[in-house]
């Protein structure tokens, strides 16, 4: 509590002379460090661009901490400087740090050839064999040789790409790597990172991040490609107009190679899952310290399923895992105190920066301090606003226990016991479900925690509550759906949210919270509905995600499915509300609702559906909740 109490004391004195104390920071580390750039060989011949800002200081040895990116490790020239100054990351220089970025493989000014999610490959038999593990490898090896005063310790961290690149480095085994951070980690792009969600094909974020980081680069560069220009300020028209998913192809072309790659592999075959990050977590010998975001937009599946697989695959390996309240990055961040409306009571992102993340680095890297001893699982619990510290994820005391649609828009613990009860919706893929009630171009990062008071108003949108709860419900873990439905086509998609709904006369109060440098005003949410988790299914996966199975049209059948992790407090006076729908545009694209290739059917395959959703006796819609007693 000390130590938090510090934290937050020298943040609101660091906030009042924060222009003054980034000056300082510049001056300082430009008079302390210098820049210095290679271009490293990896064992196949092909040579990694690589910077590297390294401390003057010759009267001890520093540790190394490395970013492998995709995303450049600009500015390029030695006499040009990354910009350390705004952001924690210059606290790493104040330790002396050797902070390190590389290009990886085929982008930017480095050599080869650029794969996206390069498969891991256990078995190299050659030289000419390589991967994003052997690659981390021959980098860490190749600086631990010929970088003057290291200390022979690397760590490796990253967010989301970076991420990926992460979790390839714990599992390239060169001794001299001792701690690793995957953060928000790309991970498995079928089932739940950026570009599918069980199967669903998240279309807005995926064209929009590979129509222009997609394009071809015959030869190593310096300058960045060129985005695509829309003509629009209203995503929810354009991808309507565009129409169905052959028309975006259509837009580039074979010049894409991922996007061509991504329409030729619509089921999770042995493509995709060889692109899963996880099955390179086998024996992992660094420490490990994997964060995420619980409203991350875009990888908010990687940080809970790498840690899953590092404590099912390798269970001897020091593995944490801290999950904030946090938008996609925004640990790394000068403010964690909220996400849109919803406020989370202090500045989280400093609290984490200077109690988690800096301190694992400085123990296993420096040697210096006292063991943090991090407990496995550090969670904050948003509702309640309240970090929690586990010795297992899902916790020891966690059980699950379901929670059953009722009719009339009842969601209560009891089975339901009517002999016939189901409640019907007309799903329409020329009008579907907006993901947000804003118009805008690009996806929000705060749709994650948005009011679903518009999505209750419609008609195709099912909507379920409790009574006013008596008591706080605090739920922490997976989340399973579990229902009962019949169509009258062959497929559909299932959303299901799961949301907080706040009493009539809630406000938040004046008080600025913790580490805010100004005070908020009064922010009225009387009856906000805000979502806390929502994900989506697409129905023909329902038996198996690599052979998709058609429905029956009139037959009852069961789509269940798993929803990320979630750590949340449904305060006493607040409700549980549940929805459910069968489009969330243009989030998802629109399931056509015949069973054909959604990537290469045409807008004629597109038809409306009728949708029963059961909760009777014999068919029981349900969630299975994880709940912490």
Known sequence: MRKLLFSLLFFVASGMAFGQGTSQDSAWIR??????????????????????????????????????????????????????????????????????????????????????????????????????ASDTYDAIDWMVKHIPFNNGKVGVFGISYPGFYSTMAAASAHPALAAVSPQAPVTDWFMGDDFHHNGAFFQMDGWAFYSSFGKPRPQPTTIAPSNFNFNSKDNYQWYLQTGALQHIMQLTGDSIAFWKDLYQHPNRDAWWQARNARVALYDIKPAMLVVGGLFDAEDCFGAWNVYKALKAQSPAT??????????????????????????????????????????????????????????????????????????????????????????GGGLAWVKPSAGSSADEYISDPAHPVPYTE???????????????????????????????????????????????????????????????????????????????????????MGGYQMLVRGEVMRGRFRESFEKPVAFRPGKIETVRFSIPDIAHTFKKGHRLMVQVQSSWFPLVDRNPQKFVNIYTCGDGDFQKESIHVFHDSEHPSQLILPVIK
């Open 31 to 132: 008079g302390n460090y210098y820049k210095m750039e290679r271009s490293i060989p990896m064992r196949d011949g092909v040579k990694l661009f690589t910077t590297f800002y390294i401390p003057k200081d010759t009267t001890e040895r520093h540790p190394i901490l490395l970013t492998r990116t995709p995303y450049s490790c600009a500015p390029y020239g030695e006499d040009k400087w990354k910009n350390f100054f705004t952001g924690y990351l210059r606290y790493y220089l104040r330790e002396g740090y050797i902070m390190v970025t590389q290009d990886v493989r085929g982008r930017w000014m480095s050599e080869g050839q650029f794969v996206d999610v390069r498969p891991f490959n256990k078995d190299k038999k050659t030289d000419k064999e390589v991967d994003e």
């Open 318 to 407: 020091n593995s944490h895992l801290v999950m904030g309240p946090w938008y996609h990055g925004q640990w790394a961040s000068l403010d964690g105190t909220h996400l849109g409306n919803v406020q989370f009571g202090s500045n989280t992102s400093f609290w984490y920066e200077n109690n988690i993340e800096i301190p694992f680095f400085n123990y296993f890297l420096k040697g210096k301090g006292a063991d943090p001893r991090l407990a496995a699982a550090t969670i904050f619990f948003t509702g309640e606003n309240t970090w929690k510290q586990f010795s297992q994820w899902p916790p020891a005391d966690e059980k699950d226990q379901p929670i059953y649609l009722q009719a």
């Open 438 to 524: 804003d118009v805008h171009f690009d996806r929000t990062r705060e749709y994650m925690t948005d009011d679903q008071r518009f999505a209750s108003r419609r008609p195709d949108v099912l909507t379920y509550q409790t009574p006013v709860l008596t008591e706080d419900l605090t739920l922490g873990g997976p989340v399973t759906a579990d229902l009962k439905v019949s169509l009258s086509g062959e497929d559909a998609d299932f959303v299901v949210k799961l949301i907080d709904v706040f009493p009539d006369d809630f406000t938040y109060g004046n008080e600025a919270p913790a580490g805010r440098r100004e005070t908020p005003k009064t922010v009225p």
